[in-house]
């Protein structure tokens, strides 16, 4: 390797979604050379699908009156099923409000209130007052005390990207795309960089910085069936994993979103029933309220997905070729209201469906949406085990969420947490030396050049990456899911560690060269598998149910033996991860009822 192959800067940034972004930008606007890197433009980062909105205390709207931080705070709390690290919850609800005015003040149009009487979907009648006309409006989302999930109609992470972006490109920050961090550069104590696989030529090239950070989103397609775009595969969660000395925390935490459509997937907004859309059988009956007679459909969204799937499994499901689902009913809020406030639903469901949801039904069931786990960090974004590097967004474990994220918080994260982690970074950055060992950075590059050529060059293998990884997305999606036994994950661990050493052999159908997919997804695989036994190992030995982890031979919260945080490493050469646990930390509220979601007991 020449060191002029190298590209140095101050800091390096893995991922170009809102995270990554404004971590950039903070570090960027105190004086720091950034460079961004991104397997696709950032306007095309997983970040622009979300439509819902961003949670922020502001209390502008009629439903909201009175709301504030501390009020925020209890529903996080609440909604992790005290998982969460609450002086990072407290934080956050403290930065939310100027996260989202500041975000007005970059050029995201958000949806403004506008005066005047109306009448909810419910019956309650409402008034907005003349005097908060034209400031942000607010929506209803599950699990919530106060309307506050601030919107730009549907298209919320679409417009809060490119605003996002915009500052980026004004600030002059150096983003090179269709590039892949495939290993970091480190000796156990520190982290130098990273090395980089380009999928525009299949050449590597190593990274460096003084400081680096993982902002690469969930892992959502190692599902298979999921609301994520099909970059999110987890890869920075397992360049750091591969490390052998960064923890991922709670990596079992999967949730599964009530409204995904069928069959494709993808996700209609947590909006749809925050404006009061309604969720109906076979029998067109509203259910719901049969089993959440307070909250009904914006109970939080581990509750309401789990309800469906019962609910489902007592035959009141709708017969399809593509299995049982529901439906999701806004033909009541009426034209003018879809078209408007969830225009991108209406688009979604003519391009996707073939159907007017303004007349018609539309099909839906739960289906993996977002990873509360990840890097394991402390509140500054540090990665625990690790100097130099630092994760945000959906690919850390902050731990903002706990067990179950509350929608309109993951939107409100990548910026609060960009905003924290960034000037973290930055501090960082201006005391420390750029110093590179030279043998270590060679010894990086040259072990994944050589991992990439025994691919290439492997004659006797016999495993194909494609077969792998789907049946990996069978055993997560039958055996990892919404409800879980003790007999189903150990047979998923069996499976997928089995799977994990058929990795070790896959032979290319390919010649390897170039820009090659099937090269990139040999890489990516082992990583993948090793991600999935973290999951589901975490989820056997976890003997409780608490938010999105239900285990229906341990259906009840545990917080005598279980008020902690899973956290797995891989040791060098292991074939499983390495188990182990941290407190959670109880600083304001202590663990109570949630309010709903209390399952039968079989």
Known sequence: MKWSEAHISDVLVIGAGLAGERVAIEAASRGHTVTILSLVPPRRSHSTAAQGGMQASLGNVAMGYGDNPDIHFEDTVKGSDWGCDQEVARLFVELAPVAVRQMAQWGVPWSRVVPGKRTLPDGVEVEELPEKAGLIAQRQFGGTAKWRTCFASDGTGHVLQYAMDSVVVKLGITVHDRCEAIALIQDGQECYGAVVLSLRTGELRPYLAKATVIATGGYGR???????????????????????VVPLGNMEAVQFHPTGIVPAGILVTEGCRGDGGYLLDKN???FMPDYEPVKKEVASRDVVSRWMVHHMHKG??????????????????????ICTNLREVYTICANFLGINCVQELIPVRPTQHYSMGGVRTNIHGEAVGLKRLYAAGEAACWDLHGFNRLGGNSLAETIVA??????????????????????????AVAAQAARIEALRRRASGSENVFELRKKMEETLLEHV???RTGEGLEQAVATLKELYQRSQDIRLRSSGLGPNPELFA??????????????????????????????????QRDDVNWLKRTLATWPAGADMPAIDYEPVKITELPPGDRGYGTMPIK
């Open 222 to 244: 190692m599902y298979g069936v999921s609301t994520n775009a099909v970059i999110n595969e987890g890869t920075g969660m397992a360049i750091a994993l591969d490390t052998g």
């Open 284 to 286: 067109l009956h509203r």
């Open 316 to 337: 009141f499901g709708v017969e399809s070729p593509y299995g049982p689902h529901l439906w999701l009913d806004l033909r009541h809020l009426g034209e003018a209201h």
């Open 418 to 443: 960009g905003m924290v982690v960034g000037g973290k970074v930055a501090e960082f950055a201006q005391e420390a030396p750029l110093i590179f060992p030279f043998s270590l950075v060679e010894e």
């Open 481 to 483: 899911g919404i409800f």
């Open 522 to 555: 040999a890489l990516r695989l082992p990583g993948m598998l090793r991600l999935a036994l973290c999951i589901a190992q975490g989820a056997l030995l976890r003997t409780e149910s608490r938010g999105s982890h239900y285990r229906e031979d341990y259906p």
